[in-house]
């Protein structure tokens, strides 16, 4: 499980499981192994002192901050909030001092209450971070055990992740269309390295240009495929998506051409651009992302041609074309290739709006049922751009937690 400790939570809906099952087993267990020293704060704040030093954990000692207030209500202690630029916090006491855990808007906070020398209080504090990392794993295997029922009700959000993999396809793309120049470059060479061989050697520039642009042109191919999929499940809730018969973890793992068939089905544009994709996915990114082997039975070999010799042939299949292998790419395939990828974009906005719309406004997207009938709503009243708007409004606040 991972997440970032300067980042506020993620809107969900965490109904109709009110309490996840074992959960009076695991806090049972936490009461007599990490936590056996915390209880619940003193009802009068009043009395505990006015003096306080302030900790802020790290990521790494707080990946996720939830699990640890979780653990601490697990064991009865409440939790409060949001509030003020705060989404939770937890009073509590340790062995007998008054203590506060908070999520504030820079970073998960340890507030111990104490009149006494602070290096004490820092080492005090120590200990309290020490046990309240001891109970991540007993929550994590809380919450995994669960996780079959969670994700039956659709109780998962998928991190959209769009923005950073189409940086990683335009930044290849602008390589491969316009690749650094490269001077011709001519070595001579008279024989003083004690070979005694004396002559000269060229590179061609231009040669060294097309093969880097190849380069960058399979390194595009391979970030558009990976944006593709990952928009496909991202679009998946905006589907006729039901967790009760869908596998969302199973259609994660699932390949681009299957994600693709289960968002557009048998539609006859869709079918015509998966065909045309895979012709090119075929041709220009399998055999670099197996091996260098061409997909299917066959692979990339020298043919050994009577009168001529070895040369390189790409075999598809035992049955198929065979293409010779001299120059892997010309000016000509990677704008064919880009081209058709524009295309494709295009189309993706005429045919997925609404999903296109959100996805590009790096929201995360949700698979439970509240999010999915306020899409089906707002698409059918025609107000689902007020309905991302909304969502974009809610975002904001839980990221500043301006509650």
């Not at 109904?15 to 936490?30: F, H, K, N, S, V």
């Not at 509030?83 to 939770?88: A, I």
């Amino acid at each position: 499980m991972s997440g970032s400790s300067g980042v506020a939570g993620k809107v969900c809906d965490p109904g109709p499981m009110t309490q996840l099952p074992g959960a009076e087993t695991a806090g049972d267990y936490l009461r007599r192994t990490c936590l056996r020293n915390f209880g619940t704060p003193r009802p009068d704040d009043e009395a505990r002192p006015r003096k306080f030093v302030k900790t802020t954990l790290s990521p790494l000692d707080a990946p996720v901050p939830r699990l640890l207030a979780y653990a601490l209500e697990l064991i009865g202690i409440p939790a409060h909030g949001p509030g003020e630029k705060v989404e939770w916090w937890i009073n509590f006491t340790y062995e007998g001092t008054d203590c506060t855990l908070a999520h504030e808007k820079f970073g998960v906070r340890i507030y111990v209450y104490t009149d006494g020398d602070e290096a004490a209080t820092r080492a005090l504090t120590v200990r309290i971070i020490h046990k309240l990392e001891a109970t991540t794993r007993t929550v994590e295997r809380l919450i995994l055990n669960a996780s079959p029922e969670l994700l039956r009700h659709g109780k998962a959000t998928v991190v959209n992740q769009h923005l950073n993999l189409r940086r990683a396809y335009d930044y290849f793309r602008d390589r491969a269309v316009n690749p650094a120049v490269i001077e011709d470059e001519t070595i001579e060479f008279d024989g003083s390295d004690g070979t005694g061989l004396a002559g000269w050697s060229f590179r061609s520039g231009r040669a060294q240009m097309d093969l880097n642009a190849f380069h960058d042109l399979v390194a595009a191919l391979t970030a558009y495929l990976s944006a593709l999929e990952h928009d496909l499940v991202l679009a998946l809730p905006f589907t006729d998506f039901d967790p009760t018969k869908d596998n969302l973890t199973g259609f994660i793992g699932f390949r681009w051409g299957q994600k693709f068939d289960r968002v557009f089905g048998q539609d006859k544009d869709a079918r015509g651009y998966k065909t045309r994709l895979t012709e090119v996915v075929e041709r220009w990114r399998n055999p670099y992302s197996h091996g260098g082997f061409e997909k299917g039975n066959g692979s990339t070999v020298w043919l050994h041609a009577p009168g001529v010799g070895a040369v390189p042939v790409g075999l598809t299949s035992t049955r198929s074309r065979l293409a010779l292998a001299y120059v892997p790419a010309v000016e000509s395939d990677i704008t064919s290739v880009f081209a058709l990828l524009d295309e494709l974009d295009e189309w993706l906005l005429r045919r997925l709006p609404d999903e296109m719309a959100w996805i590009d406004s790096g929201l995360d997207c949700r698979f439970d049922e509240t999010f999915r009938a306020g899409v089906r709503a707002a698409q059918e009243a025609g107000l689902f751009p007020a309905f991302l708007r909304r969502a974009e409004y809610r975002q904001a606040m839980v990221d500043n937690m301006d509650y």
